[in-house]
């Protein structure tokens, strides 16, 4: 069980005011070892598809240049700086198209999204004596809606 930290009170939904997953459960995130574990987003792509779609956007404009492309916004300066330095966009000769063959982590630039939108239950999971994890739990009366805002906030830091 999730409880507030330093303390035996579990972390309950505030809309159905249960302790377990319910529909409201947009996120629980391990932020100890950075997973999602559960809840709306755990099995959407949407994101992370946004920022592939847009990187491959800026490679083919400017047919990848490692150092001509930059942006105002340091966590996209990150992540593009990671594409450059582990190469992680190649071209693929067959369909004459440049492609990832792995990309950044994109859940530090999510969860500081996210943030915005849903303000997170913070928690800890204690496994045993000096065993803990930190957690974050991020509940919605209406995930789709947040979902979509999400998205929103990705594009507008997409197109600033």
């Keep these: 069980m999730i409880t507030y930290r330093d303390t035996?009170?579990?972390?309950?939904?505030?809309?159905?005011?249960?302790d377990t997953n319910c529909e409201h459960l947009f996120?629980?995130?391990?932020?100890?070892?950075?997973?999602?574990?559960?809840?709306?987003i755990y099995d959407?792509?949407?994101?992370?598809?946004?920022?592939?779609?847009?990187?491959?956007?800026?490679?083919h404009k400017f047919?990848?240049?490692?150092?001509l492309l930059r942006f105002k916004n340091q966590i996209l300066r990150d992540f593009w700086?990671?594409?450059?330095?582990?190469?992680?966009?190649?071209f693929n000769q067959d369909s004459n198209k440049w492609e990832f063959s792995?990309?950044?982590?994109?859940r530090y630039l999510l969860f500081d999204l996210l943030d915005d939108i849903i303000y997170p239950e913070n928690g800890e999971f204690e496994a045993g004596p000096g065993s803990s994890?930190?957690?974050?739990?991020?509940?919605?009366?209406?995930?789709?809606?947040?979902?979509?805002?999400?998205?929103?906030?990705?594009?507008?830091?997409?197109?600033?």
């Excluded at 035996?8 to 249960?18: D, G, Q, S």
């Excluded at 792995?102 to 994109?106: I, S």
């Design 8 to 18: 035996n009170i579990p972390i309950e939904c505030p809309f159905c005011e249960t």
């Design 27 to 40: 996120a629980q995130y391990d932020s100890t070892y950075g997973i999602i574990e559960c809840g709306y």
């Design 44 to 59: 959407r792509h949407d994101f992370d598809h946004t920022l592939e779609r847009f990187f491959i956007s800026k490679i």
């Design 63 to 67: 047919d990848y240049p490692k150092n």
């Design 81 to 90: 700086d990671e594409i450059v330095a582990n190469e992680y966009c190649i």
């Design 102 to 106: 792995d990309f950044p982590d994109t």
């Design 133 to 160: 994890c930190s957690y974050k739990i991020y509940y919605s009366e209406d995930p789709e809606e947040d979902y979509a805002s999400l998205i929103k906030s990705l594009k507008a830091l997409l197109d600033d």
